[in-house]
């Protein structure tokens, strides 16, 4: 039942980036990567609605190691086919495309010589295209040629809902870390010339280790926060500051019309306000205007103490 004047959404997506996987290490000798992801993919198998697909924008094992895409696959994968969602996987900086391509597609390639890993997805209509920004032996990104053209047929049929582009570098500003400019994606605006007047209706990437949205070429462009660790947008006296917190992923919600971005931390936090999910078959019950005097007028017994909740904090 919805509460609001908005129907269901017509697409959900879990949108998680950099998990940065290592085979039996800590990151920096400090971080357990795998504890991020975990928590991460808890919270995900607990929202409702559940997501039809799970996209990874990149970064996915920290120094390509087979085994750490093994593992990561070991952690997502199950939970993905519990849910019946589909796992979108996105080529990041630290991935190389020989052991991405091996470990998470089977798909042999030679080493050196890899092609750009450039997927289409199909989700109940909803196009999801993951795009292979990555450089070999580089943090930058670019888009070759190519890519371009290989893009601009994917997109020259429009899908039934609509289309995700799904990237590991943003092509937006990056005002609050003037560090990653030096990394950021080149030439952008010959992606811009590409996706102007096509049905691209968000473009999700990663690569910054912290949330942040834009717009690019008139599209909505929303990069989620790290699994691994996040870089301090605010730091004191530091040129770039990595930490170990505020870890998050971003939900996606897609109507007909609009889309609509939620950051989910990771990680657990004191409750001090509430109730228990059993109150909402009791809000269920109620009519719309019993809804709104309950839950809507400030003198209602509900917050003068008068009615007392069962499972209130």
């Known amino acids: 039942m919805q509460f609001g004047q908005y129907p269901a959404p017509g697409h959900v997506v879990a949108h998680l980036s950099d998990p940065h996987l290592l085979a039996g290490k800590r990151l920096y000798g400090e971080v357990d990567t795998e504890v991020g992801l975990a928590l991460a993919l808890a919270r995900i198998a607990r929202v409702d609605p559940l997501p039809q697909v799970l996209v990874f924008t990149g970064d996915l094992a920290d120094k390509a190691e087979p085994a750490a895409y093994a593992r990561l696959r070991e952690l997502v994968e199950p939970l993905a086919a519990e849910m019946g969602a589909q796992v979108v996987w996105v080529m990041g900086n630290h991935d190389e495309r020989a052991p991405y391509a091996a470990e998470l597609f089977g798909e042999t390639v030679p080493e050196g010589a890899a092609p750009t890993q450039d997927r289409v997805y199909d989700v109940a209509g909803l196009r999801i295209v993951s795009l292979d920004t990555s450089v070999p032996g580089y943090h930058h990104g670019e888009i070759t040629d190519a890519q ?7 997109l020259a049929t429009p899908a039934p809902h609509g289309t995700l ?3 590991h570098h943003p092509p937006i500003p990056i005002p609050m870390m003037a560090a990653a400019e030096v990394i950021e994606l080149l030439e952008q605006d010959r992606l811009a010339a590409v996706l102007e007047g096509t049905d ?3 473009i999700l990437g990663g690569h910054f280790h912290y949330s ?9 462009v929303s990069v989620a926060s790290a699994t691994c660790y996040t870089s301090d947008p605010a730091p004191l006296e ?3 500051s990595g930490v170990d917190g505020h870890q998050a992923m971003t939900m996606v ?6 889309v609509v971005h939620t950051i989910v931390p990771v990680d657990e936090a004191p409750e001090v306000s509430g109730y228990s999910s059993d109150v909402r078959a009791q809000v269920e019950a109620l009519s719309p205007h019993e809804r709104r005097e309950l839950l809507s007028r400030k003198d209602s017994p509900l917050y003068t103490g008068e009615l007392q909740v069962p499972g209130t904090v």
Not at 148 to 154: F, H, M, S, Y
């Open 253 to 258: 919600h897609l109507y007909d019309d609009r």
């Open 238 to 240: 530091r040129f770039v």
């Open 165 to 167: 582009l799904a990237l």
């Open 200 to 202: 691209v209706r968000c």
């Open 148 to 154: 371009l053209a290989w893009l601009a047929d994917v």
């Open 212 to 220: 942040t949205y834009s717009t690019f070429a008139g599209i909505p």
